[in-house]
């Protein structure tokens, strides 16, 4: 029973280590050894888009189809060109409370969104760009029009829009402000788009007015896409992995994530590993503490039908997009549609009031069913505390108290097996020779003195998930960002600027080894020493929050440890 219990020790450090080098596989841009693979989502019941001709991005790209079967295609020989755009093109900012946006003319596209109320992580004197059209980025929202099948070409993230008249900050006392874009006439339709920004919100209203001015009616539909590079944000640590790409969620398939890589390896005739059709749900880029994603209606998900997509669009350039169809539109007719931009941090309270399921862009991994009760306790203690530190120490607390008896048990059965291990260790050296007589010994030494090799074991592993989800919590959380905890801890998602915390969580990791039982296994006592020592260099490069977590973990569970063991009379043996 004690080899069974050194083997599980051996197994949870040799996982370690294969998880430890699988996140350097993935910070290099290598395949995961684990990585998951998102089901094929069956399209629900509805009327599917008409197939379009095209929407092309900064380069040539593929089109899906309304199967959803990805098909060449190119913008219509007299639609505008980017060239045409471009030059033609004037980068308009605008200003609330907490956003600098900016759109640019060519096509009425955000192509760049400054977060004034998020530092950024690896220039503080800056704060979080999260779209962006640089040199080193390329992160932006679009939309446009395309028309049914064969019909001519219609106003699109190419053409070149007009600004109308209008204020472009938000001024004190003013709740919205309204920045209209109009394109020319091509095809005989124009489109004006109406960007409406809110006081202390990081949602955009978008409104799309589409008129036909043409003696024909058309059949147009509206597209919304959000185009990224594959690169992860700057600041990420080789020590642990969050999801940066394309999410879709639908009533019927949920929340599905689709990596870079697979758009990568999709075939030009591959149909997606994703839902393509629906009658609701949003298109979401994530990434680590921020998203943005495309909905639909002006307040609560539209129920009409519309097309998922995600394609390659240039060389580490994917897109995810939706397409909606309008019906048809008669002459002199106007028809409108109303979506909403959200791009901002994943306030996880807030982001489950905009649309169903957006809070799941807040990656919690496997265990989000025991995260969410989580955090909301941490956002409980932090209204009465007012800090988030504090906040995740009284958490600690909590976990351990509702733990107590079970942890009892556990360090009981540690407790003995440490009292006995003098018997252990002379009873091994006495028949290293008969293998099956020192089973058979040690088994007699165990119920004499009543004790289970499994008994500290096994009530660690009832609460190991908690504990990881709690982790997750931590991680994924963005109010830890820039987030105090007391003197030279300022921002809870940063590492410790002096490595004191990590240095504590390593004196503290090997203050437990010395109140656990010494196995009897020379070789063994040895690697129990050092595997605190190989877990802590994790810990000088993880956020301060998160090593805070496991330091006020360890010095609880050393406490009560150490009452069992003086209780028990086994200090320092």
Not at 85 to 113: F, W
Not at 160 to 177: H, I, M, S, V, W
Not at 362 to 390: R, V
Request: with cysteine; net charge neutral; proline share 7%.
């Amino acid at each position: 029973m004690t080899e069974m219990r050194r083997t599980l020790l051996w197994v949870v450090f040799s996982m370690s280590l294969v998880l430890l080098w699988d996140a350097w596989n993935k910070h290099n841009g290598h395949p995961s050894m684990f990585g998951p693979s998102t089901a094929s989502a069956p399209a629900t019941a509805g009327a599917a888009p008409a197939n379009p001709s095209a929407i092309q991005g900064a380069g040539s790209g593929a089109v899906p189809s309304a199967a959803g079967v990805a098909a060449p295609g190119a913008v219509p020989a007299n639609a505008p060109t980017a060239t045409d755009a471009i030059a033609l093109s004037q980068k308009i900012d605008i200003v609330t409370d907490v956003v600098k946006a900016t759109v640019d003319t060519a096509g009425g596209s955000m192509v760049r969104l400054e977060l004034l109320r998020h530092v950024d992580h690896v220039d503080r004197d800056k704060n979080v760009l999260l779209f962006d059209e640089s040199s080193s980025r390329l992160y932006k929202a679009q939309t446009g029009l395309i028309p049914a099948q064969g019909g001519a070409a219609l106003p699109n993230h190419l053409t070149a829009f007009n600004l109308l008249p209008g204020d472009r900050t938000l001024k004190e006392g003013q709740d919205t402000l309204d920045v209209v874009f109009e394109s020319p006439e091509i095809g005989g339709v124009k489109l004006r788009k109406t960007y409406t920004f809110h006081r202390a919100s990081y949602v955009v209203g978008v409104k799309h007015e589409v008129v036909n001015d043409s003696p024909a009616p058309v059949m147009p539909q509206v597209y919304f896409q959000l185009l990224r590079d594959g690169n992860a944000p700057e600041g990420e640590s080789i020590f642990y992995f969050t999801f940066t790409g394309p999410a879709i969620y639908t009533d019927l398939a949920k929340f599905e994530k689709v990596e870079f890589k697979s758009i990568e390896k999709r075939g030009p005739n591959e149909k997606p590993d994703h839902g393509t059709s629906a009658d609701n749900g949003w298109i979401a880029m994530v990434q680590h503490y921020f998203a943005s994603a495309w909905l639909l209606g002006a307040s609560t998900d539209d129920k009409r039908p519309r097309e998922f997509f995600t394609r390659k669009v240039d060389t580490n350039q994917y897109a995810v997009g939706m397409i909606v169809p309008l019906g048809e539109l008669a002459p002199g007719a106007t028809q409108t549609l109303d979506a909403r931009l959200f791009a901002g941090p994943q306030e996880e309270n807030k982001l489950s009031q905009l649309a169903p399921g957006l809070e799941l862009v807040k990656d919690y991994g496997w265990l989000t069913i025991l995260s969410k009760p989580l955090f909301w306790l941490l956002t409980q203690l932090h209204k009465l505390m007012g800090n988030w530190g504090w906040a995740i120490v009284g958490l600690v607390v909590l976990l351990k108290i509702a733990f107590y008896w079970l942890n009892a048990t556990a360090y009981r059965s540690m407790a003995k097996m440490k009292a006995v291990g003098p018997r252990v260790v002379e009873m091994r050296e006495r028949l290293k020779d008969k293998p099956q007589q020192m089973q058979q010994e040690m088994m007699r030494i165990y119920r004499e003195e009543k004790v289970n090799p499994l008994g500290g074991c096994l009530p660690i592993f009832v609460q190991m998930p908690f504990f990881i989800a709690l982790y997750w919590v931590l991680l994924a959380s963005v109010e830890m960002r820039n987030a105090p905890w007391i003197g030279w801890v300022t921002d809870l998602s940063a590492k410790d600027p002096y490595f004191i915390l990590p240095l504590l969580m390593t004196v503290t990791s090997l203050f437990q080894t010395w109140l656990n039982p010494t196995p009897a296994d020379p070789m063994q006592a040895k690697m129990m020493w050092i595997m605190p020592l190989v877990f802590s260099v994790m810990f000088f490069v993880f956020p301060a929050g998160l090593v805070l977590y496991w330091l006020t973990n360890n010095i609880l569970s050393i406490a009560q440890q150490y009452a069992i063991n003086r209780q028990l009379g086994v200090l320092g043996k």
